[in-house]
Every structure is written in C-alpha cells, then in structure tokens.
C-alpha cells in the first residue's frame, strides 16, 4: 500500500540546519503533491509547504521562506526538507504527506503521511 | 491567510454517545475542508475530505457537514478506539491550515 518512510530523528544545536528526507512507496511518485506539516510537543498541527515532484516546483508558508527548501530525487522517489537556522522552537515532529493529484489539480488533503522525524534543537 | 477556528478544545464522552467537532473557517472555502484523527505518538489520519465525503476504510460512524463557512464532524455511536485529538484543515488555498485541535476523551 502506498508508503512514505522518514529518516530517523536528529539533535542539533541552534543555528544549524537539518535535512529530513521522506521515501515514497507503492505509487507514482511525481502523481502526487507531498507537504511538510511539523507539531511542536503539546501542540497542534502546522503547515509548512509543499513540493510538485513532477517539475520540483516547491511552496513555503511565510514563516518558513528564506530558512526552508524542498527537493525532490526522482530517481529514489524521495523528498528532502531541509531547515536552516534552527531555533528551539523548531524542536518539533516533521511529517511528510501525500496530498493531491499534480496533473488534475486536486485539492490538497492528506491521505498518506511519514511516521514522523523528530528534530531537537538545544545548545 | 484562512484561519479555522475548532471547538471545543477537548470533550469527553461515554461509548455509545454522539459527538460533534465543529471548525469555522475565517472565509469562504466552499467543500474544501479534511478532517483527521491523531492518536498518541502517531501521524493523523485522515477520516473526512471535501467537508463530507468519508475516506476508504474509515467506519460509517464517522459524518461531516458543511453549512457555510462551517463545518461539523459527527461521531455517531462512541467507540473505545476513537480517543485521540481531532483536527480539521482547510485545502482552499495557501497557506494551508489545521484547527487548534479537539481532544477526544472516553469516559
């Protein structure tokens, strides 16, 4: 069945950056839109931007432009999050997720997601 | 950028009872509305897309609604399995966004 499988979790002190990648499974990779929501600890859900795998055309929300980029490796069907600049209140866990449909413009709900990656930052 | 307001923040209930989640959305998003559950340490799941249509899989208990600019989803018939917080997204535009979340407690 269709899988996505995040890379494990990862420590690092402030002013860092990070790279979480997310290996798609079990269908076509550039078919589908795939987000980045992240949950801080005790709190909810947050959106935090998107990536087109068939021309690799990425979105941030404003929070995150200019410390957040999106890639996409076609030839494993993996996506990559990397942050920069890392703060404390980035601790968080990073979900990727399968939205919708690149070719038919579909709206973009959830119905696959990652296991989750958990970042840390603390000096 | 549309904010959805959820409530109440957290309910609890008996197994057997009917309950209601509610999500309004700051703006007009016509059906573009997702409902997902999370249980502890897991990834949500999603239950409820375009407002009412439920996802394969998910038990015919579960029902959502739109009127307007508000969207309801209802437990009908309480189940132990669905503890867990509950949360709405809106897929109108960019950016999009989740409701703070209804904690879903058992008696």
């Known amino acids: 069945q269709v899988q996505l499988v995040q890379s494990g979790a990862e420590v690092k002190k402030p002013g860092a950056s990070v790279k979480v990648s997310c290996k798609a499974f079990?269908?076509?990779?550039?078919?589908?839109?795939v987000h980045w929501v992240r949950q801080a600890p005790g709190h909810g859900l947050e959106w935090m931007g998107q990536?087109?795998?068939?021309?690799?055309?990425?979105s941030f929300a404003q929070k995150f432009q200019g410390r957040g980029t999106i890639i996409r490796d076609t030839s494993t069907n993996t996506v990559y999050m990397e942050m920069s600049g890392l703060r404390p209140e980035d601790t968080a866990m990073y979900y990727c997720?399968?939205?919708?449909?690149?070719?038919?413009?579909?709206?973009?709900?959830?119905?696959?997601w990652g296991q989750g990656t958990l970042v840390t930052v603390s000096s | 950028d549309i904010q959805m307001t959820q409530s109440p923040s957290s309910v609890s209930a008996s197994v057997g009872d009917r309950v209601t989640i509610t999500c309004r959305a700051s703006?007009?998003?016509?059906?573009?509305l997702a409902w997902y559950q999370q249980k502890p340490g897991k990834a949500p799941k999603l239950l409820i897309y375009a407002a009412s249509t439920l996802q394969s899989g998910v038990p015919s208990r579960f029902s959502g609604i739109r009127s307007g600019t508000d969207f309801t989803l209802t437990i009908n018939g309480l189940q132990p399995e669905d503890f867990g917080t509950y949360y709405c997204q809106q897929a109108d535009s960019f950016p999009y966004s989740f409701g703070q979340g209804t904690n879903l407690e058992i008696k």
């Open positions: 079990e269908y076509t990779f550039t078919s589908y839109y």
């Open positions: 997720a399968r939205g919708g449909i690149t070719v038919a413009g579909t709206p973009n709900w959830f119905d696959a």
């Open positions: 990536i087109n795998p068939s021309g690799g055309g990425a």
């Open positions: 703006q007009r998003i016509n059906t573009w």
